[in-house]
């Protein structure tokens, strides 16, 4: 019978689990954001760079096609850990940009237009929506960091043996480990600006702002005290600084890979904290 | 067979800040899944909406506990909800969405299974008049028809409790008697309950079988409108001249009850069969000129402003009043 001869009845079926509920939003998120071109494209561009090293990868397994090269060249050119390390420079500047797009459009809207309550009295918890928009920026981001990462190391496998593996095994997991640390930090800025700014384009300024502040900031205080701690407040530097140890590269001068991590790690409490401030259906006024 | 309330409150208080808003209140509200609406009644800054919120544990009580359809709202607070449908006041949607999507969306995060939830969505749209409409950006929609999507996404997911929060407000005649209308469907055709919350009297009158009234945090009286309907009291209001000082005794004799406003003038309930008729001999025995006579059933108003304080209560209800609140008159 057709629906609107139909006349409404109570629904009594069967009910989803507590995953299948989670993953709604992420879901309707996703589907919204892939149809904004700017994503699209920057997605596409992202990609640019993981399909020029997998040619990189080729290359450097197929001895015959560097024949004609210099010797010292192709001694350069190998799939190491600084070859890792440029690729994700690339990816996570990128991850930067996307996050700063995306991220504005998932916490305002539901503040601005008064949804949450709708959300927090079906049985769908603040912490489910935290995690769930939370989930929508770090599988977003993840499409162009470590996934793509992770298939250039399985490509460099695949065509190097599995004693490559055996060897450089702690390289994929230092760069899947390295990534996830950056999309946390990445995504909750971006939740934090989303939640706190009301305009789109003001809350992409806040949440490209952070990073390029605290970098101002850093290198203030590293010159007028003479010292270098205060690097860990810049999180792109303490971020590559923890990349720099979980890759095993050389580190650039300044604090450790622990302290950096440690920054980051109270960094991500903070922002945890100025999100869960925002996120309540409803606000009391003292 | 043991029966459990819609609502249930034990010594409930809710804090905002340093105040407190709601002071104890305890009360059993309605019986799960006997399709009756319970009316939530009272003045700006009574605690309705403190009450509601806290019984979708968007709030939590500072003491005692709130159940609702027998659970606790903080300790079970998804379970509780999971049963629960919500219409606020305010206007909560996503403005960019298409209805239809919309309420897909709500009924998924309600745990419907996506087909379903997209049959429900059409089906509901069309239910509260928005079939023609369910494509359409919400944000383009009239405030009658965000009033109308407001109530399909708090009943998509088919709750056994609906709270609706100003259901009718901003709507013109004919919308209001639709909302009204429907959410009396809700009850008589799909057995929910609802908790409906106005400021409209004449709302909560047409649509509910129970209403609490709130003042000051405190629930300051509570009656079943079925039980008022059925006996039939009828109300005189009065206007005499002369000597009244032995009205009030002689009112017994014909099982009626009153109390004096002064100058003359009289409210003065009648009992079940006792016609004004009566009321006049009364009078005429007492030797009074009558100036002005008007007799009425009970109305909600009635009831309302009594318990806000506005009439003054006869002494025989005032008398229940202070047994019900268990101190002397």
């Known amino acids: 019978m057709a629906v609107y001869k139909r006349g409404y009845r109570r629904y009594q079926g069967p009910l989803t689990g507590r995953w299948a509920r989670f993953m709604v939003l992420p879901r309707y998120a996703w589907r919204r954001l892939y149809q904004q071109r700017l994503v699209l494209m920057l997605t596409l561009l992202a990609m640019v760079w993981p399909v020029l090293c997998a040619g990189f990868v080729y290359l450097t397994n197929h001895v015959e096609l560097l024949q004609g090269l210099d010797p010292d060249f192709r001694r350069f050119i190998q799939v190491d850990a600084t070859f890792f390390s440029y690729f994700m420079y690339v990816q996570g500047g990128f991850a930067v940009f996307l996050a700063a797009l995306a991220g504005p459009g998932l916490i305002a809207p539901d503040l601005a237009n008064n949804t949450l309550p709708l959300y927090f009295s079906r049985s769908f918890s603040r912490w489910d929506y935290g995690l769930a928009r939370l989930a929508v920026l770090v599988g977003m981001l993840s499409i162009v960091t470590w996934v793509p990462g992770l298939l250039l190391f399985g490509f460099q496998v695949a065509l190097a043996g599995g004693w490559w593996f055996r060897m450089n095994w702690t390289l994929g997991a230092g760069m899947v480990a390295g990534f996830v640390l950056w999309l946390l930090v990445l995504s909750l800025v971006a939740m934090a600006s989303s939640a706190y700014v009301k305009w789109r384009v003001v809350a992409a300024g806040v949440s490209l702002a952070f990073f390029f502040l605290l970098s101002g900031i850093a290198e203030m205080i590293d010159n007028v005290f003479r010292v270098t701690w205060g690097h860990v407040l810049d999180p792109a530097w303490a971020v590559n600084r923890v990349w720099c140890a979980l890759l095993q590269v050389e580190a650039p001068e300044g604090p450790g890979a622990t302290a950096s991590a440690t920054a980051l790690g109270v960094m991500i409490v903070l922002l945890v904290l100025v999100i869960e401030r925002k996120l309540r259906p409803v606000e009391v006024v003292s | ?329």
């Open chain 2, 1 to 329: 067979m043991d029966t459990v309330p819609v609502v249930e409150l034990e010594n409930l208080k809710v804090r905002l800040g340093r105040r407190e808003i709601l002071h104890g209140i305890t009360c059993r509200l309605g019986v799960s899944g006997t399709g009756k609406a319970v009316g939530l009644l009272g003045p700006n800054g009574a605690g309705k909406s403190t009450l509601i919120l806290t019984l979708l544990g968007f709030l939590r009580p500072s003491a005692g506990r709130a159940l609702i359809l027998g659970r606790d709202c903080r300790r079970h607070g998804g379970e509780a909800r999971s049963r629960i449908g919500y219409m606020p006041e305010n206007d909560s949607f996503i403005g960019d969405m298409s209805a239809v999507t919309f309420l897909r969306q709500m009924a998924e995060l309600s745990g419907l299974p996506p087909e379903a939830a997209l049959e429900k969505a059409h089906e509901v749209l069309f239910h509260v008049g928005l079939g023609e409409a369910r494509y359409r950006e919400l944000r383009t929609y009239s405030l009658g028809m965000k009033q109308m999507a407001k109530l399909a996404q708090a009943i998509v997911h088919g709750p056994e409790l609906v709270v609706l929060d100003e259901p009718t407000n901003g709507l013109d005649p004919a919308a209001r008697r639709r909302m009204l209308r429907l959410v009396a469907e809700m009850k008589k055709e799909q057995g929910m309950n609802l908790i409906v919350c106005s400021h409209l009297l004449g709302d909560i009158e047409q649509v509910c079988d129970e209403v609490v009234i709130m003042k000051d945090g405190l629930i300051v009286h509570h009656c079943n409108l079925e039980e008022e309907r059925r006996s039939n009291k009828c109300f005189v209001e009065l206007e005499v001249t002369g000597d009244d000082g032995q009205l009030r005794a002689a009112l017994p004799e014909i099982g009626a009850d009153g109390v004096s406003e002064g100058g003359g003038r009289w409210r003065i309930v009648l009992p079940p069969g006792v016609e004004v008729d009566a009321l006049w001999a009364l009078v005429a025995r007492q030797n009074l000129l009558v100036r002005k006579l008007t007799h009425r059933r009970d109305t909600l108003e009635e009831i309302f402003l009594k318990a806000m304080g506005h009439l003054a209560a006869t002494p025989v209800e005032a008398a229940a009043s202070s047994e019900a609140q268990g101190r002397p008159l």
